[in-house]
């Protein structure tokens, strides 16, 4: 499965902004999909998910209420709708594929970078 990010670019705090992850080649297989983010000098962490089928979609307490993922199954794409920007959500965010309940994302596309002014 080949994932590729895109959509990220400067935004002023309190804007929105929509990144997009195309999938490719086996996405039969996927179980879930997932958005995490990596800021400047911290860890990796989740944001979102959302299981191929059924839609069943699940947030990190962070972004809970600001952002919406959904996806498109007949584009094998899944976006993520980022309303309500901070700062602190400036970060390198990262898709991945999953293609089992294991919770462990076998798949990762190119990060792409959102930097959120003050």
């Known amino acids: 499965v080949q994932l590729q990010a895109s959509g990220g670019e400067l935004v002023q705090a309190g804007g929105s902004l929509r990144l997009s992850c195309a999938a490719s080649?086996?996405?039969?297989?996927?179980?879930?999909m997932a958005w995490f983010r990596q800021a400047p000098g911290k860890e990796r962490e989740f944001v979102t998910s959302i299981t191929w089928i059924g839609g069943s979609s699940y947030y990190s307490d962070s972004v809970k209420g600001r952002f919406t993922i959904s996806r498109d199954n007949a584009k094998n794409t899944v976006y993520l709708q980022m309303n309500s920007l901070k700062p602190e959500d400036t970060a390198v965010y990262y898709c991945a594929a999953d293609l089992n309940p294991d919770g462990k994302y076998a798949f990762w596309g190119r990060g792409t970078l959102v930097t959120v002014s003050s």
């Open positions: 080649g086996g996405t039969f297989s996927v179980y879930r």
